[in-house]
Nanobody, 128 residues
């Protein structure tokens, strides 16, 4: 059973950086493609970034390009989202998600309905 746990959220001033981490306390993440999504009250969950099972392919939302970087370390069973130059509009709950992708090592997935496993989320608040 995949059990995702996010950490690294918090309060930061505009222009600052945060590094979110996602670990699987249940089993290895190396069989899964991973993604980061975010959600604010009253809005639908929004894609932020995704990485393939092998780490060879990545995708990010236009709003994240050049500022947010997704990475993974399968030896440490973790996925990270480095967020730089944060803006108040980035305030949201950020979720880590996993999609079983054993036979598609280079595929990335950008819609939330493709993911079967989710963490509990971590709050990111960016003050102006």
């Amino acid at each position: 059973q995949v059990q995702l746990v996010e950490s690294g959220g918090g309060l930061v001033q505009a222009g600052g950086s945060l590094r979110l981490s996602c670990v699987d306390s249940g089993r290895t993440l190396s069989d899964y493609a991973m993604g980061w999504f975010r959600q604010t009250p009253g809005k639908e969950r929004e894609f932020v970034a995704a990485i393939s099972r092998s780490g060879s392919s990545k995708s990010s939302a236009d709003s994240a390009k050049g500022r947010f970087l997704i990475s993974r370390d399968n030896t440490k069973n973790t996925v990270a989202l480095q967020m730089n130059s944060l803006e108040p509009e980035n305030t949201a709950v950020y979720y880590c998600a996993a999609k079983f992708s054993l036979f598609f090592s280079s595929s990335v997935y950008v819609t939330d309905r493709e993911y079967g496993h989710w963490g509990q989320g971590t709050q990111v608040t960016v003050s102006s």
